[in-house]
């Protein structure tokens, strides 16, 4: 059974920074395409960040800049480093498996002004 489990979401201020990690079980995420997508209330769900097992990552350009999509392959976890968060950052971040079409549960990230 493939589960992804985030982690890592929170409140803070304006300019903080947080890391949500998503660590794979199940399946070898070092395989695929993995993203990290967000979605604010009475938004439609919105691709932040990917990346491929070969290195490619693409950025929102909301985004680009301040996040960073990273990879540790001995813990077959994903990251996302969010550095200079703004109040528009404020939303629920899931973890994706592209390839597979798995998702994670979600975790809530909060910028205050």
């Known amino acids: 059974q493939v589960q992804l489990v985030e982690s890592g979401g929170g409140l803070v201020q304006a300019g903080g920074s947080l890391r949500l990690s998503c660590t794979t079980s199940g399946v070898m995420s070092n395989l695929f395409k993995m993203g990290w997508y967000r979605q604010a209330p009475g938004k439609q769900r919105e691709l932040v960040a990917n990346?491929?097992?070969?290195?490619?990552?693409n950025y929102a350009d909301s985004v680009k800049g301040r996040f960073t999509i990273s990879r540790d392959y001995a813990k077959n976890t994903v990251y996302l480093q969010m550095d200079n968060l703004k109040p528009e950052d404020t939303a629920v971040y899931y973890c994706?498996?592209?390839?597979?079409?798995?998702w994670g549960q979600g975790t809530q990230v909060t910028v205050s002004s």
């Open positions: 990346d491929t097992p070969y290195g490619t990552t």
């Open positions: 994706h498996n592209l390839d597979l079409g798995y």
